[in-house]
């Protein structure tokens, strides 16, 4: 897929006017307000038992954030789904279920209730549900199935996620809130498939696969909440598509291939009456609920750079006070965003945040590293991301989990 993390390094000078030369004119952010605050930087603690690296997967307005680690234990496979809160010390270790021996994160909601897998062997996988207090509990699997994973949970205690069979062939499921495991279907004929993504009203968004005259066919697809499933229409010109997000009023948001192309680097969208359109040339990350979109757009030189799009494909170019290549990770409802820019070598990355008026702010590292990324911001302008540092030079980066505070 196009816009794939890999920088390209490209003149200042050069990327503006090669992104000028591919969209036209279009409007760029404004530079940095020296007097406004900025967030402060803090690691978050690990587990005594904790390799020295760790990522973060969720953040919510109560200041709950997900993440993972590994823990120290020679000869195993064992990673470790945490959580911590912005409001108190220490951290959380989401356990295994009874018996099992690793944890990896999906997603958590408004309540702190997260979801996940639990692993009795690499192989060996079970969708789980934290409660608040760290309580986990199984969330039931078809018979016959080989494993499965729990991936997103709304704000109504819904969760989506999926399980294999006997083949290895991935099957969409859903679990309502009391438990109750939902088998979605997928379209007739098709064999295979995932839910992607739910929104707060109920709503999944996947994709269902089959095979036809000998080819394989991938549709994107919605499911009601009441588990009837519909192939979502592509829009004029695009061939091919991949759901990533739903809002909450039922938007719908993805990357699509143009017809006769060979990358997803389209934006494309549902309106909520099912309405697609292509809206832009780039990749997006994260889309708010007044459907502000954020993400990367490339220029005709392949460069990257911080982006914000209307719904109808207005762009605006988000400034990076560095002047090098930047990307867009997150915007919350008052228009906050946050990412990183390329640093002074490929991979050395620098947080940035982003003003709803457009301003560009560079944010403080940590004390690990001078390295950083910002990855997710709540309505409190709280800051997930992760620092990066190297156990030697030209080393692959390492991350560890941290945050930013107003």
């Known amino acids: 897929m196009a816009g794939s993390p890999t920088l390209r390094r490209a003149a ?20 940095a307000d020296p007097g406004a605050p900025v967030p402060t930087p803090y690691l978050l603690p690990l587990p005594a038992n904790a390799a020295p690296l760790s990522s973060v997967y969720g953040l919510n307005d109560a200041g709950d954030i997900l993440g993972e680690t590994y823990l120290n234990i020679p000869n195993r496979f064992a990673p470790r789904a945490l959580r911590w809160n912005t409001h108190r010390s220490g951290v959380t270790t989401l356990e295994p279920l009874p018996g099992e021996v690793a944890t990896r994160p999906g997603s958590l909601n408004a309540s702190g209730v997260a979801v996940g897998v639990s692993f009795a062997t690499l192989t060996d996988n079970h969708p789980v549900r934290w409660a608040a207090d760290g309580t986990p509990t199984a969330l039931e699997l078809p018979t016959g199935a080989r494993g499965g994973s729990a991936s997103r949970i709304n704000n109504a205690g819904v969760v989506i996620g999926g399980w294999y069979d006997s083949g290895y062939r991935s099957k969409p ?14 379209l007739p004929g098709d064999g295979t498939g995932s839910a992607s993504f739910i929104n707060d009203a109920g709503f999944v968004i996947g994709w269902s696969s089959g095979s036809v005259g000998g080819e394989s066919r991938t549709r994107t697809v919605i499911w009601s909440p009441s588990g009837d499933v519909t192939a979502l229409p592509l ?12 809002t909450n009023d039922g938007v719908i948001l993805g990357q699509g291939r143009r017809a006769g192309g060979t990358e997803f680097d389209r934006v494309v969208a549902w309106d909520a009456n099912g309405t697609a359109r292509d809206v832009a040339h780039g990749r997006l990350s994260s889309v708010n609920n007044a459907n502000t ?19 109808d494909g207005a762009l605006t170019l988000l400034d990076d006070p560095a002047g090098r290549q930047a990307w867009a990770s997150t915007i919350n409802a008052a228009g906050t965003t946050v990412g990183f820019a390329e640093g002074p070598t490929p991979y050395r990355r620098t947080p940035v945040l982003w003003r709803p008026d457009g301003t560009a702010v560079p944010l403080p590292p940590s004390s690990l590293s001078p390295y950083a990324r910002a990855l997710l911001v709540n309505e409190s302008g709280v800051i997930a991301g992760d620092a990066t540092w190297y156990d030697a030079p030209n080393a692959q980066d390492l991350p560890r989990a941290m945050i930013w505070k107003p």
């Open 12 to 31: 200042p000078a050069a990327a503006a006017a090669a992104v000028a030369l591919l969209l036209g004119p279009v409007p760029t952010a404004a530079a």
């Open 173 to 186: 499921l859903k679990w309502q809130a009391d438990g109750t495991r939902v088998d979605l279907p997928l």
């Open 235 to 246: 829009p004029p010109g695009i061939d091919a598509a991949g759901v990533v997000r739903i």
């Open 293 to 311: 979109i954020v993400g990367t757009t490339f220029g005709a030189d392949h460069s990257e750079h911080a982006a914000r799009w209307t719904l």
